[in-house]
């Protein structure tokens, strides 16, 4: 019992102390690679199911952290995990849904009105 209650404060003290020590901001691997975002022009989005439908397909695939759909600005945003899905896989999807999609590389892009040129 009275071993027992000392290895229990001893861990507790250790692990008090462990914490104050360590307190160097070192990278931490949480996930297998940083989120990136890829962005993609979509054309053939015609209503807010489109836009629904392109969400939650790549919303329900492993490696996707959030999508973005917009039609008035023929724009998809997918922020994901780099070494579990490809932008190109996300592209596949798209097109498969029956869009027309092309990764484009204008990071931060937010056109207002974007006419086909
Ligand atoms: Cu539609």
């Known amino acids: 019992m009275l071993g027992f209650g000392l290895l229990v404060s001893t861990l507790f003290v250790l692990a008090c102390t462990k914490t104050e020590t360590t307190h160097t901001p070192v990278a931490v691997n949480q996930e297998a690679g940083e989120p990136k975002q890829v962005v993609f022009e979509v054309k053939g989005m015609t209503c807010g199911g489109c836009e629904q439908a392109i969400t939650e397909r790549l919303s329900s695939l492993d490696g996707v952290v959030s999508v973005k ?8 945003w997918v922020t994901y995990h780099d070494p579990t899905i ?16 092309h990764q ?8 207002t009105h974007s006419e086909p040129k």
């Open 104 to 111: 484009i590389t204008e990071p931060g892009l937010t056109p």
């Open 86 to 101: 490809q932008p190109a896989q996300l592209e596949k999807e798209i097109t498969e849904l029956g869009y027309n999609a």
């Open 69 to 76: 759909a917009d039609r008035h600005k023929e724009r998809t």
